[in-house]
């Protein structure tokens, strides 16, 4: 994929970049290895005063790098800037959290001493995707940073200016040249990256074959992969449920970042008890949605970020009325007004009907289709929101704490959020299970993926 910025609200090519040759990718490799040997030596409160004026450059200059994000991948732009927002808050939790996560543990043994020391590794190359552009790049990075490593970023082809923007803001608050790094590069010049032996370990978020890769490539050499995948959250609806509030939250849980979220509700299973209410309230909803130029604030879905996602999303949507689905709503592009066909984009879309058994109940839908089941009880609720490879979040809709515990419990899944959607929170450890990934990002456990947690005794 060639690497340049295409609005997809209009299809047009703003602009191309080179990728790097090997020889310069060998030289910001030795830069980042120069500036780890300093970078480690920094203490806690170096670090965090860096870190905080990254904090503040982010907020003084949101609007520009709003339109940046929405220019590249077509998110509105209200939610281009509180990603912004969202992004300076991590780096500043990291900054006044860091330093209490990986303080020296002391741990009661037979020795006279003993405790747990925690340690930068070096380079960590992070492999990132293009619907999140500065968020899912900042949550890499504060913790990466505060630890004392430094981090080299492979973001998608689609956004590049999103990640040199990014690259400069680290640059502009202070840390010095080499700690974090944007390399310009293709997919297929990750191999030898990771093939460098000063990179230490990886993370990557996006798609199952590309979390594979990198992984198999780094389980070769040994190295350590923290990998953020994607999913098909479901989104459990009981008869006991607050209808109204279950509704409106299902629009944002499904429509966010114009569906292409991997934390977005994407399975809607709702108990038959209720599930007709429910269904016209969400179609209701759903044809009221402002579909346009992301520009415009009171646009709530713009385009798919790619030509490509769009063809997936309308090969997948046929598919499905093959497997005997039936379309409530949306479904067909054509029903767009003619100006917004030049664009990728996609009319809010309902799934209904849908065989449990069908092999599209399987699959993620990365754009705003939403498919809806319903189901008797409490058990079979549980039952079919297990019923995927996946196991990122899953949010459920309750009034009872019966079935509240039971949901909580039985959900196979990163996180659970009852009665609220699935966000994620620098707070909180956020990260999947099954085909979703592995390991952990945010929250303290976020920051201890990618140091060396070191036992030592003195006798
Ligand atoms: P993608 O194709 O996997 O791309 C993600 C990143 O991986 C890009 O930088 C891409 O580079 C790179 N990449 C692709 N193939 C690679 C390979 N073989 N080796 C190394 N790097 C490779 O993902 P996407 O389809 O754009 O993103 C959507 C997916 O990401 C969805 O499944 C979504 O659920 C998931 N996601 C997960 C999370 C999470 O936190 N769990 C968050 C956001 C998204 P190029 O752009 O150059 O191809």
Redesign the pocket.
Known sequence: ?AIATINPTTGELIQTFEPLSLEAIAQRLTLAQTAFEQHRQTSFAQRAAWMGTVADLLIACKEAHAKTMTLEMGKPIGAAIAEVEKSSMVCRFYAEHAARFLADTPIATEASQSWVKYQPLGIILA??????PFW?VFRFAAPALMAGNVGIL?????VPQSALAIEQVFLEAGFPPGVFQTLLV??DQ?GAIVADERVKAAT????E??GA??ASTCGKLLKKTVL????SDPFVVMASADLEAAVSTAVTARMINNGQS?IAAKRFIVQDAIATPFLEKLADQYRALKVGDPMNPDTQIGPLATPTILTEIETQVAAAVQQGCNILVGGDRTLLPPELQQGNFYPPTILVDIPVDAAIAQE?F?GPVAMVFRVPDLEAAIQLANATPFG?GASAWTQDDRERDRLIAGIESGCVFINSMVKSDPRLPFG?IKR??YGRELGSQGIQEFVNIKSVWVA
């Open positions: 994929m492999v990132m995707p293009w619907n999140f899912q492979k973001h998608a082809s689609n293709g997919a990750v990557l978020t996006g798609s074959p590309a890769s990198l953020e995948l994607g999913g991997c993620e990365f990122l999947g979703s990934g």
